[in-house]
């Protein structure tokens, strides 16, 4: 069984101000993990993944992650936010398989 | 390339009404799934078809029937709509690429209401 926790269900922060996002996952076997962002009245879009290699991973939009498997960890970062970041981000575990099990979301809104 | 497609966009039902939300992927990628998203939930996974003449249930699939008519399409139909099925509805489609991830395509949503 796999599961995610996103603890935070908001994040307010001003804009070119760094975020972190948290995600905490189990699993009980060897995983990957997405970061899945979701822009208002949108579908979901694949912002960064981890499957092996190096715990540090580059997304687009300048976004990255870091992959703590002591912690079973893996946060979102950003050393500077705009507006155009203001979203829905969604932490996801695979365990290799077709079926991914997504977090509960957290919202991103950048004040101006 | 339209990607995932998915229609309608919208849908309002009274309860006990049927309906199919039907969902297309031109990717050619075998595996296509069923989520609903509502506030504080995250996505929840209805049904899933890992290829063309399967499918299985996922987390969340009583009231709801699927179809994989062919590789291209997957439909989820609810038989009675029931007012605890409003949500929006998200269809993904994923393959398994060279580094044996899923990564998931998803469609734009249809926003069903049941009253």
């Known amino acids: 069984a796999q599961s995610v926790t996103q603890l935070d269900s908001q994040v307010p922060v001003f804009e070119e101000a760094p975020v972190e996002l948290r995600c905490n996952y189990s699993?009980?076997?060897?995983?990957?993990l997405f970061w899945y962002v979701q822009y208002p009245n949108q579908g979901l879009q694949l912002l960064l993944k981890?499957?092996?290699?190096?715990?540090l991973v580059k997304g687009i939009n300048g976004f990255e992650a870091e992959f703590n498997k002591s912690q079973t960890s893996f946060h979102l970062r950003k050393p500077s936010v705009h507006i155009s970041d203001t979203a829905e981000y969604f932490c996801?575990?695979?365990?290799?398989?077709?079926?991914?099990?997504f977090g509960t979301g957290t919202k991103l809104q950048v004040i101006p | 390339n339209a990607g995932v497609t998915q229609t309608p966009k919208f849908q309002v039902l009274k309860t006990g009404q049927s309906m199919t939300l039907q969902c297309a992927q031109d990717?050619?990628?075998?595996?296509m799934y069923w989520y609903r998203q509502d506030p504080g939930m995250g996505l929840r996974l209805i049904y899933y078809?890992?290829?063309?003449?399967?499918?299985d249930k996922g987390e969340v699939p009583n009231g709801y029937n699927v179809s994989r008519l062919n590789k291209r399409e997957f439909s989820l139909r609810l038989e009675s709509a029931a007012p605890s099925q409003t949500s929006v509805y998200f269809c993904?489609?994923?393959?398994?690429?060279?580094?044996?991830?899923?990564?998931?395509?998803f469609g734009p949503g249809t926003r069903l209401t049941v009253t």
């Open positions: 993904a489609s994923s393959e398994a690429s060279w580094d044996s991830s899923y990564e998931q395509y």
């Open positions: 699993s009980s076997v060897s995983v990957y």
């Open positions: 981890y499957l092996s290699g190096s715990t």
């Open positions: 996801a575990v695979s365990g290799g398989y077709q079926k991914v099990t």
């Open positions: 990717m050619n990628h075998n595996s």
């Open positions: 078809s890992a290829s063309e003449g399967t499918t």
